[in-house]
């Protein structure tokens, strides 16, 4: 039981320690140079992603987030938010977890913010919580398949791209999204 809980506490410090304000690791020229790839990536795999590009008031990319747990777990990652095709903001996505999970991945997500509000929101609050505030629409393949501009309704709709590794589920919600100033 002790070394259950040992277990549990170092993976708590080393997930939590990243998540908790740390300086951005990447300078603001490769956060915008990887979230432009890994936008261009998303458009070329999946077309109705682009469709809705064309009319979001926004767009923040996040083009890496490493998950891992063993019983606790954590994710992070940077993005950069596109408006008019240019990064204008900074930000970080973290989140932690306990349950019954084991494993790792990394992949990357895409937040399309339809309107205005949806902007304000983000850019208003010390830490904005997918899930929280705004409608968030996490689109997979079959609903990005059938998603037209006309159809799009919602206030935000989020795609995840390019998972690697192994670990049960995938969500966003819960994430924290923070503003970061990258050096």
Request: hydrophobic residues 45%; charged residues 15%; without cysteine.
């Given at each position: 039981?002790?070394?259950?809980?040992?277990?549990?506490?170092?993976?708590?410090?080393?997930?939590?320690?990243?998540?908790?304000?740390?300086?951005?690791?990447?300078?603001?020229?490769?956060?915008?140079?990887?979230?432009?790839?890994?936008?261009?990536?998303?458009?070329?795999?999946?077309?109705?992603?682009?469709?809705?590009?064309?009319?979001?008031?926004?767009?923040?990319?996040?083009?890496?987030?490493?998950?891992?747990?063993?019983?606790?777990?954590?994710?992070?990652?940077?993005?950069?938010?596109?408006?008019?095709?240019?990064?204008?903001?900074f930000f970080d996505t973290s989140g932690a977890s306990f349950g019954l999970q084991a494993g790792g991945q990394t992949y990357g997500y895409a937040l399309f913010f339809?309107?205005?509000?949806?902007?304000?929101?983000?850019?208003?609050?010390?830490?904005?919580?997918?899930?929280?505030?705004?409608?968030?629409?996490?689109?997979?393949?079959?609903?990005?398949?059938?998603?037209?501009?006309?159809?799009?309704?919602?206030?935000?709709?989020?795609?995840?791209?390019?998972?690697?590794?192994?670990?049960?589920?995938?969500?966003?919600?819960?994430?924290?999204?923070?503003?970061?100033?990258?050096?």
């Amino acid at each position: 039981m002790r070394r259950i809980s040992l277990t549990a506490a170092l993976a708590l410090v080393l997930f939590a320690a990243p998540m908790r304000g740390a300086p951005a690791a990447d300078s603001a020229a490769e956060i915008t140079k990887n979230a432009q790839a890994a936008l261009a990536s998303l458009y070329a795999q999946v077309p109705s992603a682009k469709a809705i590009g064309a009319k979001a008031v926004g767009i923040l990319v996040f083009p890496k987030v490493v998950k891992a747990g063993l019983g606790i777990g954590g994710q992070h990652g940077e993005g950069a938010m596109f408006k008019g095709g240019k990064a204008t903001g900074f930000f970080d996505t973290s989140g932690a977890s306990f349950g019954l999970q084991a494993g790792g991945q990394t992949y990357g997500y895409a937040l399309f913010f339809m309107n205005a509000k949806a902007i304000s929101d983000l850019e208003a609050a010390k830490g904005f919580e997918v899930g929280v505030g705004p409608t968030v629409v996490l689109m997979d393949e079959g609903k990005a398949k059938t998603m037209t501009t006309t159809t799009a309704k919602d206030d935000v709709y989020a795609f995840v791209f390019d998972q690697k590794g192994a670990m049960a589920g995938l969500g966003i919600q819960g994430n924290k999204i923070s503003r970061i100033d990258p050096k």
